[in-house]
């Protein structure tokens, strides 16, 4: 946070706007609003780290500012990038909607470095994602997939030994147990459908190939049914 005067608005606003996003708070003391404004202001861009900048400036003492933004009541805020005004509000808001108006400054999150990692997705990055988090899921659950694609599958079941089970590990040990679906899917299950009731391992296998089709498949709760009613 800056208090910004008429002589230093130039360089602490205009041109500091081309570099980082910068909010000018206009306000004056006798301004009830403007003290209720403040605080909720100073709170939210300090939470940026540096990501936008606050810049107070005291219309009473510095009215050429106030002039320059045609102001005609306080509390006036005004967001500036590349020196230009790109938002601006007027009145006191709450936290809730000043949090709205810098998060748009910022714009969306590019995540964490483990997330970006996750989304490149080859090995070298997942292995890199797990030495900065052992347990993070999707990291887990992606290299624990590509390894069993890659015939390592004892190495990829004791990956997932590190997280709860969930849909997605029981969809990689279920990959594991069966080496996918194939292109004849349908055909196995209808073959495995008449023998599941009596046999253990059919059964497992009708259920291991359902979990690898997954959910999303629409064949998936068809089968689920079919697999229902022949075993009750």
């Known amino acids: 946070m ?27 003391e006798w301004c009830g609003p403007c003290k209720q404004l403040g605080p909720i202001l100073e709170k939210v861009i300090a939470a940026t780290n540096g990501q936008v900048e606050l810049a107070k400036v005291d219309v009473d003492a510095n009215p050429a500012v106030g002039q320059a933004f045609k102001v005609q009541s306080i509390p006036a805020v005004y967001a500036l990038k590349d020196g230009q005004v790109v938002a601006d509000f007027i009145g006191a808001k709450g936290e809730a909607e000043v949090q709205e108006f810098v998060d748009a400054l910022i714009g969306p999150s590019e995540g964490s470095e483990i997330d970006q990692l996750v989304a490149v997705g080859d090995e070298a990055s997942l292995i890199k994602a797990l030495e900065i988090q052992a347990d993070h899921p999707a990291a887990v659950v992606a290299l624990a997939e ?87």
């Open 146 to 232: 590509l390894l069993v694609e890659q015939g390592e599958t004892e190495t990829g079941l004791q990956l997932l030994e590190r997280i709860p089970e969930s849909p997605e590990t029981r969809r990689v040990t279920a990959l594991a147990r069966t080496g996918g679906v194939g292109d004849d899917v349908e055909a196995t299950l209808g073959e495995l459908l008449l023998i599941v009731k009596n046999d253990e391992e059919a059964r497992q296998k009708f259920v291991d190939l359902l979990e690898v089709l997954g959910g999303e498949d629409p064949r998936t709760a068809s089968w689920r049914r079919k697999l229902s009613a022949a075993l009750f």
């Open 2 to 28: 800056a208090d910004v005067t008429d002589a230093t608005f130039e360089t602490q606003v205009v041109e500091r706007s081309k570099t980082v996003p910068v909010v000018v708070d206009l306000w004056a």
